[in-house]
């Protein structure tokens, strides 16, 4: 530990501490990238972002009220229309 990796270099010298965690960060993301791009390969560009959204549950449902018009039940939907006939929320 210590000398001039190039993980010191790019934190400009922070402590180790600090520099684990970049590199805990950056790595994570190569791994990420690694599985979700094999998927995408495998299996089409869709099945990879379904499975990157598993468990994800604010981005469903923002992704259900806006691109599918889905309400919550109970919830009232409002849209308001255009001045040139097109529907807009």
Same mark, same amino acid.
């Given at each position: 530990?210590?000398?001039?990796?190039?993980? @010191?270099?790019?934190?400009?010298?922070?402590?180790?501490?600090?520099?684990?965690? /970049?590199?805990?960060?950056?790595?994570?993301?190569?791994?990420?990238?690694?599985? @979700?791009?094999?998927?995408?390969? *495998?299996?089409?560009?869709?099945?990879?972002?379904?499975?990157?959204?598993?468990?994800?549950? $604010?981005?469903?449902? $923002?992704?259900?009220?806006?691109? +599918?018009?889905?309400?919550?039940?109970?919830?009232?939907? +409002?849209?308001?229309? *255009? /001045?040139?006939?097109?529907?807009?929320?």
């Amino acid at each position: 530990l210590g000398g001039a990796s190039w993980l @010191y270099l790019i934190t400009g010298g922070n402590t180790f501490f600090v520099s684990a965690a /970049e590199a805990f960060i950056f790595i994570s993301g190569l791994v990420v990238g690694m599985v @979700y791009g094999g998927i995408a390969l *495998k299996q089409g560009l869709g099945a990879a972002q379904i499975k990157a959204l598993e468990g994800d549950k $604010k981005t469903i449902e $923002k992704i259900a009220r806006e691109k +599918y018009n889905m309400a919550r039940p109970g919830e009232t939907v +409002y849209r308001v229309k *255009k /001045e040139d006939g097109g529907s807009r929320q």
